[in-house]
Each structure stands twice: as C-alpha cells, then as structure tokens.
C-alpha cells in the first residue's frame, strides 16, 4: 500500500462498550467464534494491554521456536501472519480466528490483548501457557496515543490531553490499562501457566528475561543461539526488517508515525505537562492503591 491510502480503505471504529469493556467493532464483529475457539494444550497466547511489547516478546518466541528451521518464514512472512491477532476482524484480511485454525507449525503462537476474563475459556481448560507483558501506564498512553494516530482502524485520538483522559477513564479500545494489569497478575496467583513480564526489566536486561523465558518454555537453547536471537530482536534490527516493523500492514500510516517508535522507557517525559503529571499521578495512585504491582517509569 504504497502512498498509504489507508484511511479510504479502513474507516476508523469508535470505542463502544461490550462485554464490560470498550472494543472497536473490528475486535467483536467475529466475536461467536472468538469466544468458541478452540485451543490445543501447545498451544502460547502473547497477552498486553496494547504497546507493552507484544511484538518485541512474539519475535523472540517466534525465533525460539523457528528460527533454526523455517528460514523462508524468516525471510517472508510478517509477524502478523505469524502469530496471529485472535480477535482482529479487518476487511479484505482472514480473522484472527481464521488465521490461527489455519497455522500449520507447532506451538501455534497466539497474540491477544483482551482483558484475562475475556479470554477465550478453552486456553484455560487447555492448561496453556500464557506470556503475559506489561508496561508502565505513562509510556503506554503515550505509544497508544502515537499508534493510534498511525493506524486506522483505531478510534479518532483526538489531541494527547484528550486521549490522557480517556487512558484514564478506560475509554480506550481494550478497557483500562488498571484492570488489565492486575487482572492478569490476579490470575496468576491461580494460574501457574502464566509468565508475567515487564517491558522496563526486557529494555534493562534483555538476556536475563529471555533465560527465564526459557526457563518458563522449558527451552534451552545455546548461548550462542539466545544471543543471536537477543540480536535480532534488537530495536534497530527489528525496526529496519520489513517482516518485524509492520510496514507492510496496510492498515498504518508511517508518515504520521513508525510502528517502532522509541522502544525506551521515560519517553512519556516528552509528553506529559507538569498538570497532566500530578493529575495522572493523584489517579493512579488512587487506582492502584490495593494493587500490588510496582511499575518503573524511569530505569
Ligand atoms: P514506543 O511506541 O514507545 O516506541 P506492541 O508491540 O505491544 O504494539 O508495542 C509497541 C511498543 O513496543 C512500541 O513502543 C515499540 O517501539 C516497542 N518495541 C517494539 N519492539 C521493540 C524492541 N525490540 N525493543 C524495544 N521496544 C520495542
């Protein structure tokens, strides 16, 4: 989609309430088989809140599993055919659904971002093993924001203040970056097979995250193979391979702003005003008073 006519193809969904969170219709349009899908116990599910790193971690998977032996997948198959998105309705592309009834490899890698008690039940009755990534609410707001900008099917962002304030109130696609969180860390007080990461511990030590990684996988490849994976899951490399920066997504606008933005943590300083910072400061801790995670936001 050279050019990017991409506004005229995709009209933009609003965020409308379902299921007790707020989804663009893009996301519930293939909701019956959605909630019907069927999962194999092999079977990883990659779950965020949108921008914690869902496709930094779905690389990694992705090479820790084929990288040695589908070179062609490698060379030209992008993510996002990969590892399926579950819930993603587009028009003119197979559903997530679709998409992920139709991978022939083993595990199949699954990405999703709905909330834990949206979660199709047979990942759990299947016992499968969930990669679960979060990132600090102001870096998140912000990568929303910027993504949201660039991709089409996303809701109208409005101006950054605007968009802080529904981040806050939960009206962005997904629900509330809050109950997102905690909802999946609650889980797995109960649900041994969930493996909770944080996008601040990969950006500070990217080898000790993927070492328990495979640890949780039960893989262990060697040294030599985690590096060269570390590698090429790095930013930079990420950023320049057409199959891993989603330039081929004919849903997003990279004049307006690349998929790979920044990849830091702290960028939310370059965006927030003094105001908005106390204001989002007195909410969240208000919102997270009885939650036990800590989040950095500076490392
Ligand atoms: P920024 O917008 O802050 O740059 P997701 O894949 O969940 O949509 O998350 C996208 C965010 O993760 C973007 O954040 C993107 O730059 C960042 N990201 C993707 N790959 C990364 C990598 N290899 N290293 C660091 N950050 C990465």
Known sequence: MEGRNVSAAFARGEAIEFEGIYLNHYFTDNWDNIKNFQARPD???????????????????????????APERQASLPIYERIPFLEAAYPGMPSGVDRTNGLTTTPRLIKCHLPVQLVPKSFWEQNCKIVYVARNAKDSAVSYYHFSRMNFIAPEPGDWNTYLQKFMNGKLVFGPWYDHVHGFWEKKQIYSNIHYMFYEDMIEDIGREVEHLCSFLGLSPPIEERERIIKSAHFNAMKQNNMTNY??????????????????????KTHFTVAQNEMFDKHYKQKMKHIPLQFRTEI
């Open 247 to 268: 330039s081929t997504m004919p849903t997003m606008d990279f004049k307006i702003s690349p998929f790979l933005r920044k990849g830091k943590v702290g960028d939310w």
């Open 43 to 69: 079977d990883i599910l990659i779950n965020t809140y949108p921008k914690a790193g869902t496709t930094w971690v779905s690389y990694i998977l992705d090479l820790l599993y084929f990288g040695n032996t």
